[in-house]
């Protein structure tokens, strides 16, 4: 079937896409607002994009009356924010934050989570996320209706039974997002494929 987005609504090229490209990390997001209010989203436009500068990205969408929402906000003023990584025992509470709460209102009290002060940032992280990722904003990209935020890591927070020697991570499982509107995926079934040499690809061959 061929589908060609120009004849398409964006909501339903969004369905497409959110769909397609899959699995996708969520990065759930703490910043502080104006009044020190820490607020508590997750985003599924999220990847790391390099490790020298090591750079993730996240994409952040305006309402729907044009407006910036509460983490762009909060990341274009303080230029930082803490990605948290959600696991299946946080699921709940990630989709509580994922509600469209007042802006007084704070998602890490009402998903009953806690935060604790980051290394190197000002902006807290999440207690209860396994894994936190401080970030530094490196810059900032307009696209369409998104905010494009890429940040460096500047402090890793990795819960000790997860690394092992030589920094290799073992037992990690956050949850990914597969499409719109609420299909996710665990991470718990993997395996191991080893990557090949050129020379191993012709020996192959002549077998």
């Known amino acids: 079937m061929k589908i060609d987005p ?8 969004y369905k497409l896409l959110t769909s397609l490209v899959i699995p996708r990390p969520i990065a759930w997001v703490t910043s502080v607002n104006e009044s020190g209010l820490i607020n508590l989203a997750p985003f599924s436009f999220f990847n790391a994009i390099s490790s020298d500068p090591l750079l993730v990205i996240i994409s952040v969408g305006t309402r729907d009356d044009d407006s910036l929402k509460d983490t762009a906000r909060n990341i274009l003023r303080d230029k930082e924010f803490v990605i948290n990584m959600v696991t299946e025992e946080l699921m709940q509470a990630m989709n ?3 509600a469209d709460f007042p802006s ?6 009402a998903a009953g989570l806690h935060t604790t002060p980051s290394e190197k940032l000002s902006t807290p992280r999440l207690v209860e996320s396994p894994v936190n990722l401080e970030c530094r904003l490196h810059s900032t990209i307009d ?6 935020f890429i940040g460096e890591v ?9 690394v092992s ?3 290799h991570i073992n037992g990690f499982t956050p949850i990914g997002r597969l499409g719109s509107p609420s299909a996710y995926c665990r991470t718990a079934d993997r395996f ?4 090949i ?7 192959s061959r002549d077998r």
């Open 6 to 13: 120009a004849q398409h609504r964006e909501s339903e090229n």
């Open 96 to 98: 509580i934050s994922a």
């Open 104 to 109: 007084e209102l704070s998602e890490v009290t």
């Open 143 to 148: 696209v369409g209706s998104n905010k494009l």
């Open 154 to 162: 500047v402090m890793f927070h990795i819960a000790d039974h997860l």
């Open 165 to 167: 020697e030589r920094l």
């Open 192 to 195: 191991e494929l080893p990557r």
């Open 197 to 203: 040499s050129y020379q191993q690809y012709l020996s």
